[in-house]
């Protein structure tokens, strides 16, 4: 049986559009190969190019427009000119609240030891998953601006952290770690955080009543900046809050090769909604419309989306043509320090992937 996926493409600003175009090519050059897939594909000219000429990031009936999709494929949003809390607000933030993508699965894993500029470590040490809460806490949009532009001015910015909400990550976290053999580590800050990181690690600790299988441990946030550069290999599956996600998987960019080579996937696990996969990066406008975006990071994208989908093989073959093409430094964009352009980089990538299946 013929498994069809529709595929929404939101290719957004700056090299959004270069590297989601890579990303395609994949997807076909994987539709040539295995008779049992197809997929078929829409574009949404959404971002900043459509605001500065409409006044909206996405059409008000984006999001009914995106539902009858099995997956979105998103590049990169923002651009000079059109204010990042909007271009972030009314687009992506949007799809991730209203398709309830809790879950924000970020892969930290080092595929050669030339990628990090930590010393003496290698693949072994540097392979964890980061399981983001993406749905509330501190990015819950919640707050108050009160007298705004007086002396007396106060701004507030509420973390919110529901039970359903807490709970709800954290299950998925040990289910992860139990899946996987791996041990499970919680990042929160109950120390200075008295209200919701307390809670966090109470329903942490509640959780795990039911998982006695897994190992677990708890750190603060910042010794856990701390330990992923200095010690990375102590973590194995890792969850934690959506702003100290957000911060530790830069992080975690850092240590395995920079943004070129970071994804992210933004998880309804129910699948009541259409989930959501991104390169981590940005639109980069410095290097937009040069051809030279690495497209590699887009590419771990349509891994992600083939593991959500069950195509476990493509899944891994599409990282181990990652782990072959990032040792031809010739066929590799500048970021990596090669002299390749973005759609070199795809039709190599294409060539290799063929040649290993
Ligand atoms: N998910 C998203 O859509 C997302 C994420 C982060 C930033 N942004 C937006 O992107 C814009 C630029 O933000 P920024 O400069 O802070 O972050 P950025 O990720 O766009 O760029 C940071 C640096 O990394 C480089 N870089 C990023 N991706 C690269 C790639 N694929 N290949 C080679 N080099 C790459 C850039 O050239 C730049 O020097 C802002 O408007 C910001 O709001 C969007």
Redesign the pocket.
Known sequence: MMKKIKIALIP?D??GPE?VEQGVKVLHAIERMDQGLSFTFETFPWGCEYYLEKGIMMDANGIDLLQKFDAIYLG????PGVP?HI??WDL?LKIRKSFDQYVNLRPVTLLHPSFTPLKKRSEKDIDMLVIRENSEGEYAGAGEWLFKGKPEEVVLQTGVFSRKGTERIIRFAYEEARKSQRTLTSISKANALNYSMVFWDEVFEEVGKEYPDVTTFSYLVDAASLYFVSDPGRFEVVVTSNLFGDILTDIGAAITGG??LATGANINPEREFPSMF??????????AGQGI??PL?AIWSVSQMMDFFDEKEWSEKILATISSIILETDNL?P?LGGKATTNEVGDRFIEILSRAT
Not at 76 to 79: E, L, M, S, T
Not at 279 to 287: F, Q, R
């Open positions: 957004g700056g090299i590297v990169a949003v923002g651009y990042d271009s972030l992506l943004l070129g991104e390169p981590v990066h940005g639109s980069a406008p410095d290097i975006a690495n990071a964009t970021d």
